[in-house]
């Protein structure tokens, strides 16, 4: 069953990874228009405000996913990451829950700002709050990956 | 979901949140070696996770703070604190938790 819910966890980090990171790259202004468009320039020429929603649920389901596998990495992982006395693992861990914690505290002023009508005076709220959360995912995604296959990882 | 206190909440929520963890002042604490809820620290029953009282904390302490700030002063709230407080809050964590790698 954990196993089931850590890649089901894992799917739905990578949604919201995909989800998270069109939105960054589309607040980040509208591509050139001279030349020829790049995968770049396609990648971030979304409707951003379609992606809110989307995120905001996806934020919210793959943290209570990870809530409910904390339990199993509080038992058998934290405890055989002290043992191989790696701080830093267990360091990069505490930052992914803080972060998860402080992300979801700032989804409900996200998602306002991100209601339509977009307002012109939120535009610089709106981009910085969604280049945060896309750090909080990316930093989250990247710790999960590595604790995961930590042991495959070692020398 | 039109109401401008959403932006307190936010606010306040990471704010509240570093200092839950800071002061270990978790609304709960869950043992799940013995899969036992408790209000108040319990010793004798294995490892302890705090991380959901502290959001439980924060949640209902952001929450409160929010209902008691009137509607207007809320809309008058300059929207740029939305993003400055969450990000000074994230840099004094990752300063905080600069121990792990020391």
Known sequence: MIVVLLIVHGLLAVALLGAITHQALSVLGAPSAKGRWTFVDRFRSVNGAAYATPIVVLFAVTALGGALLYPQYRIDVRPALEDMQNSAANGVFEIKEHLVAIGLGLLPVYWFFWRQPLAADTAAPRRYLTWLLAFFVWWGFVVGHVLNNIRGLQP | ?102
């Open chain 2, 1 to 102: 979901m039109n109401d401008p206190r959403l932006k307190i909440f936010s606010i306040v929520f990471g704010v509240i949140y570093v200092v839950a963890f800071y002061f270990d002042l978790a609304l709960f604490r869950y043992y799940p070696a013995a899969r036992e809820f408790h209000w108040l620290r319990t010793d004798g029953i294995g490892v302890v996770i705090l991380w959901y009282g502290w959001i439980a904390t924060s949640a209902l302490a952001s929450a409160a703070i929010a209902f008691a700030v009137p509607r207007t002063l809320a809309e008058r709230l300059w929207p740029g604190w939305a993003w400055i407080v969450p990000t000074a809050v994230v840099v004094a964590t990752l300063i905080y938790e600069r121990r792990w790698f020391v």
